[in-house]
């Protein structure tokens, strides 16, 4: 049976500590080069874009948090004027990757960023965990592939 989560928009205030608990199990999924460390969550940056409005946090719970999706508004650089919901980060834990707690969360990160007067959305989908089709079938399509490299 799919627990009934509830998906919502938080201030990051209150749902930092539970976001930041669940930050070594998505730095465990995360592949990474022999280089550098695991990634952990830059904390004055969260709460640096949080206080000047320009991030979106959702939460997923289940008691306490059990997911997020956080992203970025941001201008655009190449499109003068226009706000752009830029995706950082989503992660739920495994035993509530079924049903569709993630086309919820994605869903109300949408109608946030549109809320927020933000004209495109941009969101990474992992290899290894592929959001493409997820991200189609709300109107995302694919504009480029990323390429990284850590030094």
Wanted: glycine share 8%; charged share 20%; proline share 7%.
């Amino acid at each position: 049976m799919v627990t009934k989560l509830k998906i919502a928009v938080e201030p990051w205030a209150t749902a930092r500590l539970g976001v930041m608990r669940l930050w070594p199990a998505l730095a465990a999924e995360a592949p990474q080069s022999a280089h550098t460390q695991p990634p952990e969550g830059d904390r004055a940056l969260y709460d640096a874009a949080a206080s000047e409005n320009s991030l979106i946090c959702v939460t997923a719970r289940d008691g306490g948090v059990v997911g997020f999706w956080l992203a970025f508004l941001s201008y655009h650089p190449h499109h003068k004027g226009a706000l752009a919901c830029l995706a950082d980060l989503v992660f739920l834990k495994p035993e509530y990757r079924r049903g569709f707690n993630a086309a919820r969360m994605l869903r109300v990160l949408i109608g946030e960023a549109r809320e927020a007067g933000a004209s495109v959305m941009y969101c990474n989908s992992p290899i290894g965990r592929d959001l493409g089709p997820l991200l189609r079938r709300f109107g995302l399509a694919p504009v480029e592939t990323q390429y990284s490299v850590w030094f």
